[in-house]
Every structure is written in C-alpha cells, then in structure tokens.
Nanobody
Framework: QVQLVESGGGLVQAGGSLRLSCAASRSIVSFVAMGWYRQAPGNERELVATINIGGSTNYADSVKGRFTISRDGAKNTVFLQMNSLKPEDTAVYYC?????????WGQGTQVTVSS
C-alpha cells in the first residue's frame, strides 16, 4: 500500500509564503510523475503543479511565477514552495503520485490565506 503524507499547511496572511511537503512510502522516481492539486469549498479539485520523472515541471496559469514544485529523491519527498499567496489560494492541497499501477493520493493539508 503506497502512502503519500502531506504536511506544511496552515494559516498565512496574503503575500506570505508556505512550503508544502509530500512524503512517499516508495521511491518518488518510481512514479511517472508527482503533482499537487487543490480543492476549495464548492469547487472541483484542480491541478496546481506537476513534476515528471525527467524533472520537467508544469504549472496552472494561476500559480505560475509564484509556486515552485521540486523533489528530493533521497528523502522521497516532493515540495511545493508557495510565495506571494493570495486569498484565492485557500484550499485543501493534495499530493498525487501518477502510478504505476494506479494514481495515489494523500489525505490533504489545509492552506488558508487571510486578506
């Protein structure tokens, strides 16, 4: 059973920063890709950022230039550095491992940005 455990969420003022971590129970380079998603109340879960096995990254337009996804293979951990946070970034943030054989999700960590 693969486990993904997120941490690092919390309450921050607008303009502040947070760094989220996702610790995996297996080597993160065994996944095709790793990603961060978020879901705000009443909204669908949306992609925030991904990093694939080759290290290429992809970001939602709404976070480009503010968020950075990275990984530490030795620690089997993926990070999401979030800068210049806005109230609209408030959501539960989920880590995803894109298999194989299936996708895996963490339990989520709450990020709340106050204005």
């Amino acid at each position: 059973q693969v486990q993904l455990v997120e941490s690092g969420g919390g309450l921050v003022q607008a303009g502040g920063s947070l760094r989220l971590s996702c610790a995996a129970s297996r080597s993160i380079v065994s996944f095709v890709a790793m990603g961060w998603y978020r879901q705000a109340p009443g909204n669908e879960r949306e992609l925030v950022a991904t990093i694939n096995i080759g290290g290429s990254t992809n970001y939602a337009d709404s976070v480009k230039g503010r968020f950075t996804i990275s990984r530490d293979g030795a620690k089997n951990t993926v990070f999401l550095q979030m800068n210049s946070l806005k109230p609209e970034d408030t959501a539960v943030y989920y880590c995803r491992g894109f298999g194989p054989p299936v996708s895996y999700w963490g339990q989520g960590t709450q990020v709340t940005v106050s204005s």
